[in-house]
């Protein structure tokens, strides 16, 4: 808590007494509630002790875990967190997708693990087509990017590459290397969740998204509540949103429409 400010810091105390205050009265213990939120023990103990501001889907999540009403600590959590107000606000999104953003995806469209996109996009590893969707040759390249949404369905269509911040797991395909898509993105991001397996800078079609699931927390101690629904082998399966490029899941943030209830 260096650094902060000592109104700062107290409010920080506040939020994390009470959260604490309620681990205590469920009788949860620090490994049983690990499990439940998918978070490290030692995370939550500078939580509970105050060090660490958790991000709101971590609050959430845990007054859920600990049958508590998440909106009764949202106050707590605005006075704790100062940095919400302090961040400028997001700009506004451009209508057209980033030059940066689409020679990126263009690239790895035709590169060595991507897909040649001339009439219809061929795949290199299994002759998988890109999505299994025809492009034509007059495609622009806004095209590969953005979103079209289905306004029979309210599903769009978009590309997600997959992204592991572990760098030494970004080019080996190994198990243990591997990421997992699940099939319900409201429960536990656990191996009873599994349905597919996926590795750094697999792309896949993107449908839509939600922003409310199960908290995913990556190797990095980051967190995200987003998932992205995929189509894939046929099925409707789910990639947690912290699996994507922060860049990336931003730029799909705008363009892939929310999954319809």
């Known amino acids: 808590m260096s650094g902060q400010r000592p109104e700062d810091a107290a409010a920080a105390r506040r939020l994390g007494e009470a959260l604490r205050g309620l681990q205590r009265r469920s009788g949860s213990t620090l490994r049983a509630l690990e499990t439940q939120v998918r978070i490290s023990d030692s995370s939550l103990s500078r ?7 958790p991000p709101w889907p971590v609050v959430r999540d845990l007054c859920r875990a600990l049958g508590a009403d998440p909106s009764v600590y949202r106050a707590l959590w605005e006075a704790a967190d100062r940095r919400r107000s302090e961040e400028p606000a997001p700009a506004a999104p451009s ?4 030059l940066t953003w689409r020679r990126r995806l263009r690239k790895h469209l035709s590169g060595p693990w991507g897909f040649a996109a001339a009439g219809t996009a061929i795949g290199l590893a299994a002759g998988l087509t890109l999505f299994g969707l025809q492009h034509s040759p007059a495609a622009t390249p806004a095209q590969d990017v953005t979103a079209a949404k289905d306004a029979k369905t309210g599903y769009g269509d978009a590309g997600v590459l997959v992204h592991n911040v572990e760098e030494k797991c970004q080019k080996p395909r190994t198990h243990e290397c591997a990421l997992h898509l699940a099939w319900d993105p409201y429960r536990p991001y656990t191996t009873a969740n599994s349905a597919d397996r996926v590795w750094h800078q697999d ?6 998204r939600i922003a409310d699931g199960v908290t995913v927390t990556d190797e990095e101690e980051k967190h995200s509540s987003i ?6 082998k046929g099925q409707h399966l789910w990639l947690p949103g912290i699996r994507v490029d922060p860049d990336r899941l931003l730029q799909l943030s705008t363009v892939l429409p929310r999954c319809p209830t």
Do not use: N
Not at 203 to 208: K, P, T
């Open 95 to 98: 209508p057209k997708p980033s």
């Open 227 to 232: 998932w992205i629904q995929v189509a894939r």
């Open 47 to 53: 939580y509970f002790r105050g060090e660490t501001v």
């Open 203 to 208: 792309l896949l079609h993107a449908r839509c």
